[in-house]
């Protein structure tokens, strides 16, 4: 199996920057398609990003799009999500996850999930 280890989350101005570090261990992480979601107090869990084993692909969910870019550097065993011009609505608990078929869609199985990190955005 594999563990993730999500970092770089915090406080943030709206309109400011953050990128989001998801460090991975165990077996080898090029075989993992990988996704961010997210989850705000009182809401469910979206989908943020994913992006294919080999990095060349990737998804976003529409309403992300042009502000989420995801990107992995499978050297570093590391998937990332870098958000810009952050708004007070993107304020949440940001969790990365593995998923085994390669995958990396909403609808699909994730088998690993990582504890997150918080991102505050302040108005």
Same mark, same amino acid.
């Given at each position: 199996? $594999?563990?993730?280890?999500? +970092?770089?989350?915090?406080?943030?101005?709206?309109?400011?920057?953050?990128?989001?570090?998801?460090?991975?261990?165990?077996? @080898?992480?090029?075989?993992?398609?990988?996704?961010?979601?997210?989850?705000?107090?009182?809401?469910?869990?979206?989908? $943020?990003?994913?992006?294919?084993?080999?990095?060349? +692909? @990737?998804? /976003?969910? %529409?309403?992300?799009?042009?502000?989420?870019? $995801?990107?992995? %550097?499978?050297?570093?065993?590391? $998937?990332?999500?870098?958000?810009? +011009?952050?708004?007070?609505? %993107?304020?949440?608990?940001?969790?990365?996850?593995?998923? @085994?078929?390669?995958?990396? /869609?909403?609808?699909?199985?994730? %088998? /690993?999930?990582?504890?997150? @990190?918080?991102?505050?955005?302040?108005?």
């Amino acid at each position: 199996q $594999v563990q993730l280890v999500e +970092s770089g989350g915090g406080l943030v101005q709206a309109g400011g920057s953050l990128r989001l570090s998801c460090a991975a261990s165990g077996r @080898t992480f090029s075989n993992y398609g990988m996704g961010w979601f997210r989850q705000a107090p009182g809401k469910e869990r979206e989908f $943020v990003a994913g992006i294919s084993r080999s990095g060349n +692909s @990737t998804y /976003y969910a %529409d309403s992300l799009k042009g502000r989420f870019t $995801v990107s992995r %550097d499978n050297a570093r065993n590391t $998937v990332y999500l870098q958000s810009n +011009s952050l708004k007070p609505e %993107d304020a949440a608990v940001y969790y990365c996850a593995a998923s @085994t078929s390669g995958g990396f /869609y909403p609808v699909i199985r994730y %088998d /690993y999930w990582g504890q997150g @990190t918080q991102v505050t955005v302040s108005s």
